[in-house]
């Protein structure tokens, strides 16, 4: 039996450890709002915000979420906003991506 707060949080304890006690609803957060794309590196595709309690405000109704299987041991994920563009602050050891996407991954998503 889990007992869930006004905020969405739900509490279950479970005699599994590899299972977490806390955990939000599958009516917070994001859904997938259309199909998925391919591009080369991976896909992308847009999510839509469920109407639930937010935890931090502000929160954007509609991103873009871009994945990409940079190598079988690397998965990057990013999301934007795709109505607004936003400063995104320079690195120089993380730079873009040009590959295409990697295969025999050890990873699922």
Do not use: M
């Not at 999301?79 to 295969?103: L, W, Y």
């Amino acid at each position: 039996q889990s007992i869930c707060t006004l905020r969405g949080c739900c509490w279950s304890p479970q005699s599994d450890t590899s299972v977490p006690w806390c955990f939000f609803s599958s009516k917070h957060g994001y859904k997938v709002d259309g199909s998925t794309r391919s591009t080369r590196a991976g896909f992308e595709t847009t999510l839509t915000r469920l109407s639930s309690p937010s935890l931090f405000g502000n929160d954007i109704n509609t991103v873009l979420l871009t994945g990409e299987y940079q190598t079988p041991n690397r998965f990057r994920f990013k999301i934007t906003d795709p109505n607004a563009q936003r400063f995104e602050v320079p690195h120089e050891h993380v730079q873009s991506f040009t590959g295409s996407a990697a295969s025999n991954l050890n990873y699922k998503v």
